[in-house]
T-cell receptor, first 116, second 115 residues
Framework: AQKITQTQPGMFVQEKEAVTLDCTYD???????LFWYKQPSSGEMIFLIY??????QNATEGRYSLNFQKARKSANLVISASQLGDSAMYFC?????????????FGKGMKLTVNP | NAGVTQTPKFRVLKTGQSMTLLCAQD?????MYWYRQDPGMGLRLIHY???????AKGEVPDGYNVSRLKKQNFLLGLESAAPSQTSVYFC??????????????FGPGTRLTVT
């Protein structure tokens, strides 16, 4: 069964600094995808970045990059030059297709607070 | 484009009452999903649909039913609400359900309280 672990309940970072949000996953499927979503206090879920298990390079999207270490089963999100608007909950999720059944499994999330 | 919309935004039910949550998307997506989010938890998949007229169970389907009569709409029903169903419900849609996975677009959520 898929499992996503986000062990950091909360983190604080100074504006303009970089921050790494940890995510480890557990899946036996050879093919899978990894997502990061942001949930600000307003409640909506915002897609940030995606990494496929067979992608050769780490994914990047603007200030977001994914530090994908397949052997360690980790998919950490790196946010460079933090902004006040980055304060939010962040969720890591894994996607697999098992027997024709698509599954996106989310971690419990972690709260990032960016201080001025 | 409106993206994914959900109706209603808030609802309070008494135990045993029924209700239907409506999700609509205007992106012509084949795949649609219903999740619930409880405090301190990530999202958990209730049911999903891979196309018009199809539905499938997710991780926590008990107490819920769904229907996808039109491609753009995905309905979530609670036949007899229980306090354990107090949660925030999110609908999502995506273009593809295979790998490489495509982004799921989420609605704004429905906050449901069952007393």
């Amino acid at each position: 069964a898929q499992k996503i672990t986000q062990t950091q309940p909360g983190m604080f970072v100074q504006e303009k600094e970089a921050v790494t949000l940890d995510c480890t996953y557990d899946t036996s499927d050879p093919s899978y995808g990894l997502f990061w979503y942001k949930q600000p206090s307003s409640g909506e879920m915002i897609f940030l970045i995606y990494q496929g298990s067979y992608d050769q390079q780490n994914a990047t999207e603007g200030r977001y990059s994914l530090n994908f270490q397949k052997a360690r089963k980790s998919a950490n999100l790196v946010i460079s030059a933090s902004q006040l608007g980055d304060s939010a909950m962040y969720f890591c999720a894994s996607f697999t297709v098992q027997g024709g059944s698509e599954k996106l499994v989310f971690g419990k999330g972690m709260k990032l607070t960016v201080n001025p | 484009n409106a993206g994914v919309t959900q109706t209603p935004k808030f609802r309070v039910l008494k135990t045993g009452q029924s209700m239907t949550l409506l999700c609509a998307q205007d992106m012509n997506h084949e795949y649609m999903y219903w999740y619930r989010q409880d405090p301190g938890m990530g999202l958990r998949l209730i049911h999903y649909s891979v196309g018009e007229g199809t539905t499938a169970k997710g991780e926590v389907p008990d107490g819920y039913n769904v229907s996808r009569l039109k491609k753009q709409n995905f309905l979530l029903g609670l036949e007899s609400a229980a306090p354990s169903q107090t949660s925030v419900y999110f609908c999502a849609s995506s273009y593809s359900g295979s790998l490489p996975a495509s982004e799921q677009y989420f609605g704004p959520g429905t906050r449901l309280t069952v007393t």
